[in-house]
């Protein structure tokens, strides 16, 4: 998102006070922009940032932060009978990411535009007709507020949904374009800069550059005349959202390589564990063999002691007769009570 290409709308059209700020609007010095007006913020994108979820993205551009989940496809509990998936949007932000806490805690307008805003962009790009009867729930929270969040939200999305693994047509990338009075267009405002006074229009669009369709478009204020501010407007949120895209894909490519690089450690640390417990076996095996021949050995000397100790017995009775004469002469003497009862 750092790259200086003006959309061909900008080219040769566009008046040098539009891209180079050199008066700026009354109070805008506050504003502290020190990009040019058709560069984006730079943004970061992760996956796989929640465990318990089918898949989630974190989004961060300066001091817009957010994070995405995806649950499903799950069973719906509508109990009518439906062919196509129904999805389901919510949007929130954290109460740390608001000056003012609200009471309650119970959504407010702008949450309930933007969960539907999420829901109408996020749709068309979901392949729902192969989830009959099934939901796809997507939850974005805002860590962060810095501006931009719809634009955000929608991106962070539906990375979050291609991190799923859900069948989609094709990525969604958003992004948001003011006007403001004395500088011209500009490519994805902080948040000072969509409250300033100045700000005349702002316009929100999400797009799908491989099919080159719109999802979603918005436009808050009057956009002043001639009507080639419109069209530079469009020219410059449609470049914003393919930029965004690329991101996503950028993101998805280093997910993947991620994921086979581990693959790849995982199997070479199968290979080197099979091996160690190929050699753990040989040993196993050549204990087993000692312990077998120990035994032998021992059941062959307990055989040995046995057959000694009987010929030890049996030469004792060969060298004593005399023994085995006098145990025959007492069996054969009968007692005396014996021979008075004769």
């Known amino acids: 998102m750092t790259e200086t290409y003006v959309p061909k709308v900008w080219r040769g059209s566009v008046a040098a006070s539009e891209l180079q700020v050199e008066n700026k609007p009354k109070g805008y010095a506050d504003v502290r922009r020190s990009r040019p007006n058709h560069v984006a913020r730079e943004n970061t994108l992760v996956t796989g940032v929640i465990s318990g979820a089918?898949?989630?993205?974190?989004?961060?551009?300066?001091?817009?932060?957010?994070?995405?989940?995806?649950?499903?496809?799950?069973?719906?509990?509508?109990?009518?009978?439906?062919?196509?998936?129904?999805?389901?949007?919510?949007?929130?932000?954290?109460?740390?990411?608001?000056?003012?806490v609200r009471k309650g805690g119970r959504m407010d307008n702008e949450e309930v535009q933007i969960a539907s805003a999420l829901q109408e962009a996020l749709g068309v790009c979901i392949q729902l007709h192969?989830?009959?009867?099934?939901?796809?729930?997507?939850?974005?929270?805002?860590?962060?507020?810095?501006?931009?969040?719809?634009?955000?939200?929608?991106?962070?999305?539906a990375l979050a949904l291609a991190d799923s693994g859900i069948e989609m047509f094709d990525l969604v990338g958003a992004s948001t374009v003011v006007y403001v009075k004395g500088?011209?267009?500009?490519?994805?405002?902080?948040?000072?800069?969509?409250?300033?006074?100045?700000?005349?229009?702002?316009?929100?669009?999400?797009y799908m550059p491989t099919l080159q369709q719109v999802t979603y478009l918005r436009q808050l204020g009057r956009v002043p005349p001639p009507a080639s501010i419109l069209s530079?407007?469009?020219?410059?949120?449609?470049?914003?959202?393919?930029?965004?895209?690329?991101?996503?894909?950028?993101?998805?490519?280093?997910?993947?390589?991620?994921?086979?690089t581990s693959g790849a450690l995982t199997t070479a640390g199968a290979v080197a564990m099979s091996k160690e417990l190929a050699k753990l076996a040989?040993?196993?095996?050549?204990?087993?063999?000692?312990?077998?021949?120990?035994?032998?050995?021992?059941?062959?000397?307990?055989?040995?002691?046995?057959?000694?100790?009987?010929?030890?017995?049996?030469?004792?009775?060969?060298?004593?007769?005399?023994?085995?004469?006098?145990?025959?002469?007492?069996?054969?003497?009968?007692?005396?009570?014996?021979?008075?009862?004769?």
Do not use: W
């Open 54 to 100: 089918k898949g989630s993205a974190y989004y961060e551009s300066e001091n817009t932060k957010l994070v995405a989940a995806v649950f499903g496809p799950k069973q719906s509990s509508r109990s009518e009978y439906s062919e196509q998936g129904v999805l389901t949007c919510n949007f929130s932000f954290a109460p740390f990411a608001l000056e003012q």
């Open 282 to 342: 040989e040993a196993l095996a050549a204990m087993e063999d000692q312990q077998e021949q120990k035994e032998q050995s021992s059941q062959s000397s307990m055989k040995r002691e046995s057959t000694v100790d009987d010929e030890e017995a049996e030469g004792k009775m060969t060298t004593n007769p005399s023994s085995k004469k006098q145990s025959t002469l007492k069996a054969s003497k009968p007692s005396k009570g014996a021979q008075k009862n004769k």
């Open 232 to 260: 530079k407007l469009l020219a410059a949120a449609q470049y914003g959202a393919i930029e965004c895209v690329e991101q996503q894909r950028k993101c998805i490519a280093a997910a993947l390589a991620v994921e086979a």
């Open 183 to 206: 500088m011209g267009v500009v490519l994805d405002p902080s948040l000072q800069e969509i409250e300033h006074p100045d700000c005349e229009a702002v316009v929100n669009l999400a």
């Open 130 to 157: 192969k989830f009959p009867k099934h939901e796809v729930e997507v939850n974005v929270i805002v860590l962060e507020r810095g501006g931009g969040e719809l634009s955000a939200a929608i991106t962070c999305a």
